[in-house]
């Protein structure tokens, strides 16, 4: 497929193409990324070390914080170093490898949320079989399931990406490489190949958020029966979760549920779920978990402890 095309490189537009608003874009992302590398490398650091989170919940929140990190290193990197450059050029194999690694990451994080939500369904409204039904054989092929089923999706990108025909011009108006930039580009008509994005991608996105979102209001109509104690605590790790799911659901169903039009927002929202979730998401877990703050000071105090006996 890739020989009947005249294009062999695509050149990235990026968020600006004014020289002081690059070098802004260079220094905000490059802290945004930092931020996120930091923030899921020590829940990931946390939780790997801490006897105290070994229940499901933080086996799950083990891969979240994963897949983030490989979502956002997909797409940041690459912006980052795009913003000192004059010309942004990709290649066309670099910019299959990236449609690749951000679905394949972005569906990854969709299925671990889901798993997260049926999770705290078992925990919360069937308690006294919890570890009977949610044991870590379980655990463990149902995050098999997810990674096959990720690249499954990202595989069906792939073969839509390149089924395209690019003659010619090569600009992407974006600063990254995805199906929906692409197919402004095509010289042919793409109205079936965005069908299919559609109803991949697009219904992915909905159905997904669609399960979440009932999966939790059940869970929260459940809590009427539990202590007031109980209540609370459910009720902190339910709200952080959905709003994760908000956060990261809502931009990529603007993106993906509608025909290859491109909006001037388009960009912005897609920095939204691309680098600010990944960033968002170990603030969110944190800030409103106490087991994962208190395991973060132990590991700290254990750290500052050994440091102190040498």
């Not at 005249?6 to 537009?13: A, D, R, S, Y």
């Not at 790997?48 to 891969?63: E, H, N, V």
């Not at 449609?99 to 972005?106: A, I, N």
Request: proline share 4%; glycine share 4%.
């Amino acid at each position: 497929m890739l020989l009947n095309n005249n294009v062999t490189e695509f050149i990235l537009l990026g968020l600006t193409q004014d020289p002081l608003k690059k070098k802004i874009v260079f220094v905000v992302f490059l802290i945004f990324y930092l931020g996120t590398l930091l923030g899921n490398l020590l829940i990931i650091v946390t939780i790997k070390t801490s006897r105290a989170l070994g229940s499901p919940l933080y086996f799950f929140l083990f891969y979240l914080s994963f897949s983030d990190t490989c979502f956002s290193t997909s797409i940041a990197p690459r912006m980052i170093v795009d913003a000192l450059l004059k010309n942004n050029v990709i290649s066309f194999s670099e910019c299959i490898i990236q449609v690749f690694s951000l679905h394949f990451f972005g569906c990854l994080e969709i299925f671990i949320l889901i798993l997260m939500a049926v999770d705290r369904y078992v925990a919360i409204c069937k308690p006294l079989h919890y570890m009977t039904i949610m044991n870590k054989k379980v655990c463990s092929v149902l995050v098999a399931v997810a990674w096959v089923g990720s690249c499954v999706h990202s595989s069906v990108q792939i073969f839509l990406a390149l089924s395209l025909p690019f003659c010619g011009p090569n600009v992407i108006d974006h600063y990254l490489c995805d199906l929906q930039p692409l197919l402004q580009l095509a010289c042919a008509d793409t109205y079936v190949i965005n069908l299919l994005l559609v109803s991949n991608s697009g219904a992915i996105c909905t159905v997904s958020f669609a399960i979440l979102m009932l999966s939790y209001l059940v869970i929260l109509y459940s809590l009427r029966n539990h202590s007031a104690e109980g209540r609370k605590k459910a009720l902190s790790t339910c709200v952080s979760h959905i709003m994760v799911v908000i956060l990261f659901f809502g931009p990529c169903i603007f993106i993906y549920t509608r025909p290859a039009t491109t909006f001037s927002m388009d960009k912005m929202i897609a920095v939204f779920y691309t680098i600010g979730t990944p960033l968002f998401n170990p603030l969110i877990y944190t800030l409103r978990n106490a087991e994962v703050k208190n395991a973060m000071r132990k590991l700290w105090s254990k750290k500052v402890i050994s440091e102190d006996h040498r």
